[in-house]
Nanobody
Framework: QVQLVESGGGLVQPGGSLRLSCAAS????????MGWFRQAPGKERELVAA????????RYADSLKGRFTISRDNAKNTVYLQMTSLKPEDTAVYYC??????????????WGQGTQVTVSS
């Protein structure tokens, strides 16, 4: 079982940046993929980005490529989501998730509690 704790959310103006962090415990961190998802009010949860166990492969939602970057530090058991050029439509609760396996296309089964990101002037 994996325990995940997100941090770094908050209120940011349009065009601003935020970096989310997710600290993991409970399983060998370098053995599984990690992902970031988001859910806006009234919408389904959607994949933002995923990264494989080593950090050598990433994938992104097509609409977010170029603005968001996922990375991981296996020595710190932490995955990050760097968000730039934020838009009001990026407002959502952001969740990190642990993959069932090491590949970036892994299914995700363990979830954090979420962190709110609000983009507003």
């Amino acid at each position: 079982q994996v325990q995940l704790v997100e941090s770094g959310g908050g209120l940011v103006q349009p065009g601003g940046s935020l970096r989310l962090s997710c600290a993991a415990s409970g399983r060998t961190f370098s053995s599984y993929a990690m992902g970031w998802f988001r859910q806006a009010p009234g919408k389904e949860r959607e994949l933002v980005a995923a990264i494989n166990w080593s950090g050598s492969m990433t994938r992104y939602a097509d609409s977010l490529k170029g603005r968001f970057t996922i990375s991981r530090d296996n020595a710190k058991n932490t995955v990050y989501l760097q968000m730039t050029s934020l838009k009001p439509e990026d407002t959502a609760v952001y969740y990190c998730a642990a993959g069932a396996s090491g590949g970036a296309y892994s299914a995700f089964g363990s979830w954090g509690q979420g962190t709110q990101v609000t983009v507003s002037s």
